[in-house]
C-alpha cells in the first residue's frame, strides 16, 4: 500500500500541490473531497480509519509506511485523511466515544466527507501548552451544559463539520462535540499564519458564547477530558512525524536532483564538499528519523498509544524529527541557491509551511521538559 | 543621528509595516516614495548617498549604527534609501562614473527619487556564484553595443529606472547602464520569492535581446565588469549586515517583551530556564554580530573598501551575521509560540523575508570556500 | 545476554574501570587476559566469534542488544572481545581464510587468548582515508614476499600476535599476516594518543624493513586486499556504534543521577530548565542512535554486511553515532559541572577516549562524502 | 608588546610547552619562575600587574591585544602572570585592601614571586554556581576568626603562597587571606582534572579546620566577600576569553598549516569542501570571538570592570567565547585526521585543557540565565 501512496502522490497529488504552490489554486474543501475521491478511487484512503468505516485501520507500524508516502506532498495526507487534527480526532472517537456518537460523528469523519476540528488552545492567560491553565467554562444547565470561552489556533475549524470543545466543568476538564451550526460557536477569523497549504479549514479564532449542547454532546466521562486529550497525544504526534518525513524525504531528492548536472567553479556542483555535505546530512538525518519513527510505532503498538512508554517515545521522536524535518527543509533550500527562495520549486513553500511543526502539539522546550522528567523519575 | 533613525522607525515606519504585513497593504512605488519623504522630512534620509546629492555620506563606521537602526523595520532602509540593490549602485556609480553618467543616474538615485536594478545572475547554465560562468554577451553595433542574454533573481528590475547589465564583451565582462524603457529589455516576470515586504520590484527574469544601448552607457571601462562587481561586494554585503542586524535585534526585543509577564506550568515563562536560554542565545549572538559589523567597517573605513582585508572580513562578517539573524529570528517565533507563526506578530514574517539573506551576495557555501582560500593563502 | 553482559559489566568490569581510571592501573594484556577470563566465567564472552571457537557468532541484530550492554564500560568491550581491531579481524579472518590459517591465527583470536592488528594506515603521503595512496611495497622473493614500509595509529601492535599488513603488490593492494616475532616487523612506539583505558597494544608506529613472509602469509587473494578491507569496513563501523553507544547510555545516567538530589538558586537542579534541556537532549540522541543502530544491524543480517546497502547505512550510523556519542559525552560533562573535567566521575576519561571514534575508521567527512556520492549516484 | 609578547611566546614558551606536552616534563613551580624570569627579560612580564608592582598595568582594551598572544601557548599566560587565578586576585587586592595587606600579599604576587588561589567552591550542598550557598563557617574568636569548611576545586591551591578564603560570618560572607603554613588549612588532595598543563597548583580539595586568622586578615570589611566576588567575575571572565582565544588562534593555524601540502583523493585537502568549511568556521569563529573581547573590553574600561554593562557583556563575551574555543580546537582536531587525537601536535591536549573553559567562572547555563534575566529587567 505505501508503493500505491507513493504512485498515487507521485501522478494525482503533486499535480495540484503545484497548481496550489505556484499558480495559487486555493485550497478549500471542494478540493480537499476532490483529492479524497482520488484517494479512495485509488485504493489507498484512510490508512487510520477504522476498517468499518471504510478505512485501513493499519497499526502504526503499517501507518509509518503509508503516512511517510502519503506526507511526500504538502497535500498528500489531506488526500489520504490522515492529517491533523482528523487524524487524532479519528482515533479520539474511535475510543472514546457512545455507538450514537460514532454513528453521528465518526461516520462521515472516518469516510472523509467532512472535517472536524478540537478547541483546546485559549489566547493568554488561557492554556497553551499547560493545561491546567484552562479558562473556558462548562456550566450546567437544564438539560444539557453552557460553554463560553475563547479559543485560538484551533486548526481546521473554519468549515469543520463539528468541533471538540475542551472545558472546564466542576468535575474537570471536559470534551464536548459541538456542531458547526450551533449559534454559540463561533469562528472569529481565520489567523493570518505562515501555513495555508495543508490546512484547508485554517487556524482560526473561535468563540464560545453560552453554547449550549446536550448532555449526550459530552464526549466520554465528565471531568475525563485532559486524560483524552493526552491519550490523543502520542498518535498525534507520530503522525505528524510521519507525514512531515515524507515530505522532507521529497525535498531531499528535490534538491539532490537540481543539484545534479550543475556546475559552478569549474565542477560539477555534486563535487563539491559543502554541497555534499549538505547532502549527506540530509541523508542521515532522514535515515535517523526513519528509524526512530519506526522504532516508535513498534512501542505505541506493542506497549500501547497511552502507555507510559508511549508517550516518552512519541515525545522524543516529535522533538527529533520536527527539528530534522527542519534541517532537511533548510539545506534543501540552500542546495537550491537563489531559486531556493523561489517558490517555483516547492522546497521555500515546504519549509515556510513546516515552521509551525516545531510547536503545534507540544512546543520542543515544553517536550523536552517532559522527557527530562520522565528519565529523572525513571532514576528516582 | 542612529537616535533620529530610531524614532522615525519606531513613529513613522513601523506603523507603515504593520499596515503591509498584517493589513495586505501592497509595498509598490508609491509607498516607497511616501517613506522616502518621510525619511527627508525626519532628516534621516541617504545615510549612505552622497553628501553632494544629499545625503550624509556617513563612512562605514558611522553608517553601522544608523542602519542597524533603520534595519529594525523590513522596510526602514527602503525609507532611507539604504537597501539592496540601490546602496551597492551608489557606491558603484559614485566610483566608477562620467560626470554626464553621474548627473544622469546617481543624481536621481542618490536622492532615492528613482530605483536601480544589477543585472547580474543568469539561469544555469549561466552564473551564479561564480562569475566566470557569465554568458550574456555584449557585441560591438555602430556607436554602441547590442545586448543578448537572460538574467534572472534580478532584485528590483520591474520598476527601477535603470538596470546595471552586466555581460561578455571580446575584452571582457563589462557593465552598461539600460534605461527602463529600452525595448531590448523585458521584465519576463515577478518571480515568486518568500520575501516580498521588502523589495517593492520583486526577484526579476529579465531578457535582453539585441538590447542596443550607446557607448556612453558603458559604466566604467570595457573589460572591468567584475572588478566593479567585486568592487561593490563588500559594502554591499555589510549594508546587509547592518539591515539585518537591525531586525533582528527588534525581533529578540518583540520577543522577549512577548514572554513578560506571561505564564505556564506555574510559574512566569520567564523563570523557564528553555525560555531564559533562547533569549541568553539570541543576546549572545546578536552581541558578537554587532561586535563584528562595528569590526568589520572599521576594516572597510582603514585599510579601503576593495582592500583584500575588507574582502575577507566582510566575508566573514556576512556568513556570521546570516546565519546569526536566521538562528535569532527562529527562535523568536519559538518564544512566542504557537503565536510565532501567525505573522500578526511579525515575527514569522521577518523569519520568512531572511531566509534569502543566507544566500544572495553569496551564499554561506561560497563565502566559506573564500574564506578557507585565503587562509590557506595567508599561510602558504 | 544482553541482560547477563549489562550484569557482568556492572559487577565486575566497571570496579575494575575504576581502578584504571581513578587509581591508575594499567590496562595491560594481563588485565585484558583477566577480564577475558571472568566474561568466560560469566557465560558472555564472545558475542561475535564464531560458535566453533567457542563464541556466541551473534547476527547483527543480536550483537547490537549484547554490544550495547558491554559498551556500558570502557573495557567492557575488551572483556567480552568485542573491540576493534580484533571484532574486525575475526570477521575477516572467519571469511577469507584458508583452513590452515583459521586454526593458526583465527582459533587463539576468537577465543580470546591472543590480540591481533591490522596495519593499513601510513604517514602522509601514505595512505589515511584514501586507499588508492598506499605507498608500503610487498615484492616478490623466492617463496614469499618482502614488505618494506611506514604505518601508523596502528591499534593494538603493541603485544599484538599477528599484525595484517596491507600492502601493494604489482597485482594490487594485498593482505599479509605478520606474526610478531617477524624480525622485519617492529614496533617503533605507542603514540602518545588521548585514549588508553581501551587499547591495551596502544597506536603504534610500525616499520615493516624487508619484513619476509611465506606464501601462506597472504590472506585470502593476491591482488584482493581493498575488497577485504572494505568488506571488513561496515560491520567494523557498527560495531563501533554499538560499544560507544552503549558507554554515551551509561554517561547520561551517571549525570542524571549526579543532578538529581542536588539543588542550585532554590531549586532541584533537576527542575531547571537548562538542565533538563541537557538530559533530554541526551536521552533524544541516544533514541535516535539506538534506533538508527538496530535498523542498520538488520540491513547487514538482511542484505549482507558487503553489500552496497550495508554499506551506505553502516556508513550514515558511524556518522551520526558518532557524533551523537561525542554530543552526549560532552552534556553529561556539563551536568557534572566543576567535577565533570575530574575524573573521579568517569565521564571526562569517557569524554576524551571518543574522541578517536569521530575519526578512525572514516572520519566524518570523508564517510559524509562518500554518503553523498551514494545519495547522487542513485538518482543520477 | 603585542608583538613582543607573540615573539617571545613562539621563541621562549613554545618548546617549553612541547616539553611538557610531548616529553612528559612536569609543569611545576620551578618551571613557572623560569618562564616568569624569561618573561621579564624579554620585557613582558605582568600586563596586568600595577606599574608600581613591575607590571604595566594595562587597561583592558590593552590587555587584549598582550593577553591574546600570550594565550597562543598554554603556558605562556603563566609566564605572564595574567592567568588564573592570579590575574583576578590581582585586581581583588589592588582594589579593596589596606596598604599592609598589598605590601605582604600583593607586592610578591604581583611580581610574579608567589602564586595565590581563592578557595570558593564546595562540595554539595556547599556552593558551586550559586553563592547563597555558602557554608565554610568563619567565627568570631579572640583578636580573630576561626574558619572551618571544606572546599574543591581550588585552582592553585597546592603551593600558592596564600589562599583568599571564602566562609560566611554573622555579618556576611567575607574574605580572609589565609597563608599556606597556617595549620589549620590542608590541602587534602589535587584533584584528577583533564588539565594539568596550565595548573602547576593543580585543582585542589582544600579543608579548613578552626583555621585560626587575625583580624588584618580580612580582605576589605567583613560581610563584603560576594561583592568583592562579584567584581573580580568580569575581568576574571575576560581575562580567560583574552587567553583561550589566543590558544584557539593557535590550534587554527597549526591545523591549517598541515593540511597544507597534504593530498588525498586526487586534490590537496586545501580544496576540499569539507576541510574549508572546517578552516572557514575557525575563521569565523576567531574573528567573532576576537571581535567580542575587544568590544567588551571596552565596556570595561568606559563603564568600569563593576558596572552592570561590564558584568552583562562579559557574561556573554565568557559564554560565546569559551563555546567557540571549544568548537575550534575541536575543529582543529579533526583537521588533523587520526593525528589531531596524537599528543605530538598539540591540538588533542589544547582540547582536552580547554574543556573546564565552558564551565569554571560561571558554566554556560548558569551564565545564560543571568543574560537572560538581565535582558528581562531592561525590558521589564
Not at 504552490?21 to 478549500?28: L, P, Q
Not at 450551533?182 to 458564547?209: I, K, Q, W, Y
Not at 547532502?279 to 506493542?302: G, K
Not at 527542519?326 to 534543501?332: H, I
Request: charged fraction near 20%; charge should be negative.
Amino acid at each position: 500500500m505505501a508503493e500505491r501512496t507513493a504512485r498515487f502522490v507521485r501522478d494525482v497529488v503533486v499535480p495540484v500541490e503545484r497548481e496550489i504552490v505556484v499558480d495559487g489554486r486555493r485550497m478549500d474543501d471542494a478540493l480537499r473531497l476532490e483529492l479524497v475521491a482520488a484517494a479512495k478511487d485509488a485504493g489507498v484512503f484512510g490508512p487510520l480509519s477504522p476498517v468499518e468505516y471504510g478505512g485501513f485501520g493499519l497499526d502504526f507500524r503499517g501507518q509509518a509506511h503509508v503516512l511517510i508516502a502519503a506526507g511526500a506532498s504538502l497535500v498528500g495526507p489531506l488526500a489520504l485523511h490522515c492529517w491533523a487534527p482528523d487524524d487524532g480526532n479519528i482515533h479520539l472517537l474511535a475510543d472514546a466515544t457512545t455507538p450514537a456518537q460514532r454513528e453521528r460523528y465518526l461516520a462521515p469523519l472516518a469516510a472523509g466527507e467532512v472535517r472536524s476540528s478540537i478547541a483546546m488552545t485559549e489566547p493568554a492567560p488561557g492554556t497553551g501548552s499547560d493545561p491546567s491553565m484552562l479558562r473556558t467554562l462548562a456550566t450546567r444547565v437544564p438539560g444539557g451544559w453552557s460553554i463560553t470561552g475563547a479559543k485560538h489556533l484551533i486548526t481546521g475549524a473554519d468549515g469543520a463539520a463539528f468541533t471538540i470543545c475542551v472545558a472546564r466543568t466542576d468535575a474537570g476538564p471536559t470534551m464536548f462535540l459541538v456542531d458547526a451550526d450551533n449559534p454559540g460557536m463561533r469562528v472569529v477569523r481565520r489567523m493570518p499564519t505562515l501555513d495555508f497549504t495543508s490546512a484547508p479549514g485554517g487556524h482560526c479564532e473561535v468563540a464560545f458564547d453560552d453554547c449550549r449542547v446536550d448532555d449526550d454532546a459530552v464526549l466520554g466521562e465528565v471531568g475525563l477530558g485532559l486524560e483524552y486529550a493526552q491519550a490523543r497525544l502520542a498518535p498525534s504526534r507520530l503522525t505528524f512525524c510521519m507525514n512531515w518525513l515524507g515530505l522532507a524525504v521529497r525535498a531531499h531528492v528535490l534538491a539532490a536532483e537540481h543539484v545534479l548536472g550543475r556546475h559552478s567553479f569549474g565542477a560539477p556542483i555534486a563535487e563539491h564538499g559543502m554541497a555534499q555535505a549538505l547532502v549527506a546530512d540530509n541523508e542521515i538525518d532522514l535515515a535517523a528519523a526513519r528509524a526512530l519513527v519506526h522504532a516508535t510505532a513498534a512501542t505505541l503498538d506493542l506497549q500501547g498509544a497511552t502507555s507510559s512508554a508511549a508517550r516518552h517515545d512519541a515525545a522524543i521522536a516529535k522533538t527529533f524529527v520536527s527539528e530534522a524535518v527542519w534541517r532537511v527543509l533548510d539545506r534543501a533550500v540552500q542546495l537550491f541557491g537563489g531559486l531556493g527562495v523561489c517558490e517555483d520549486h516547492l522546497v521555500a513553500r515546504f519549509l515556510v509551511e513546516a515552521r509551525a511543526f516545531r510547536i503545534y502539539e507540544g512546543p520542543s522546550e515544553v517536550l523536552r521538559a517532559s522527557v527530562a522528567r520522565r528519565v529523572f523519575r525513571r532514576l528516582g
